[in-house]
């Protein structure tokens, strides 16, 4: 059986408009503000000119050489994606690892990278609303709002339309995110109604969702200790999994502001991590 992998096409347009780098980012970022990612976090303009002009947008969930390759070679001038190319300072560019390598391939190429990462995850509209749309969550709301703000925070908390027994919430979970794997620690109610979500990886939340009276927590890069602490059904799908739908918020952010500007979604995987069945 071949690998387990996703992937989504969009048409390219005739009589695209034509923007400027900065036309995009300024469309990215009143959806998702800069000022609301995490501090460790570097979202923005990363690489690239904002007054340059270009014809295409590409939407990925991750940057790679494929993707930066792909970009170049189908006339994409700018990439948007949700995970940035890297974190912390960088004091060379040498291409000896995958980030420095990336970095390289678009500046040759005039390739403008641009990450929307943790403000995406912690609007309304982001991340973690796009999963509860995925799993048909009704009332959603922030999980863990920030001071202040219940427009912002981490995680979302909804409920299912009919409670589900919880082999058929995992068939529910398994589907929604394209997953041929669900690791969850079999613990909880028998029925699953009240349902807390956060793309990535979201353990962090699980006290956050147990006292919201979740009575599951669905997310990502659980360590094999959490899944003794909660107390609640907790599932991770994948991380990739959790926020592959990420794309869909990034290219509807572009083509409501600009309806004849040439977006597509990248038409291959780039989940790092493979199923053997």
């Known amino acids: 059986m071949q690998p387990f992998r996703s992937s989504s096409v969009i048409a390219p347009m005739t009589n695209a408009t034509i923007l400027r780098v900065a036309d995009v980012c300024a469309a990215l970022e009143a959806f998702a ?129 009919t409670p589900m027994e919880k082999t058929e919430f995992l068939a529910h979970v398994k589907t929604a995110f394209q997953t041929p794997v669900v690791r969850h620690n079999g613990r909880g109610p028998t029925h699953i109604s009240r349902v807390a979500v956060c793309g990535g990886a979201g353990s962090f939340l699980i006290s956050a969702a147990q006292n919201a009276h979740a009575d599951a927590l669905v997310t990502a890069d659980v360590s094999y200790h959490k899944f003794f602490d909660a107390e609640l059904f907790l599932l991770d799908v994948g991380h990739y999994e959790s926020e592959q739908y990420t794309t869909e918020i990034l290219f509807e952010a572009i083509k409501n502001k600009f309806p004849n500007f040439d977006v597509g979604l990248l038409p291959f995987s780039t989940n790092p991590v493979y199923y053997h069945q």
């Open 33 to 161: 503000p800069p000022v609301y990612a995490e501090s460790y976090d570097n979202v923005g303009l990363l690489v690239g000119r904002a007054t340059d002009e270009i014809q295409k947008a590409l939407v990925t969930l991750d940057v790679t050489e494929g993707v930066v390759e792909y970009a170049a070679e189908n006339g994409y001038g700018l990439v948007v994606s949700h995970h940035p190319i890297w974190f912390g300072a960088k004091k060379r560019l040498t291409g000896e690892d995958l980030a420095s390598r990336c970095i390289m391939k678009a500046i040759r190429a005039g390739v403008a990278l641009y990450a929307a990462h943790t403000n995406l995850d912690n609007v309304v509209r982001g991340v973690n609303a796009k999963m509860g749309e995925k799993l048909a969550l009704k009332d959603v709301e922030i999980l863990q709002p920030r001071a202040g703000d219940a427009s912002v925070g981490s995680g979302m908390l909804g409920t299912l339309g």
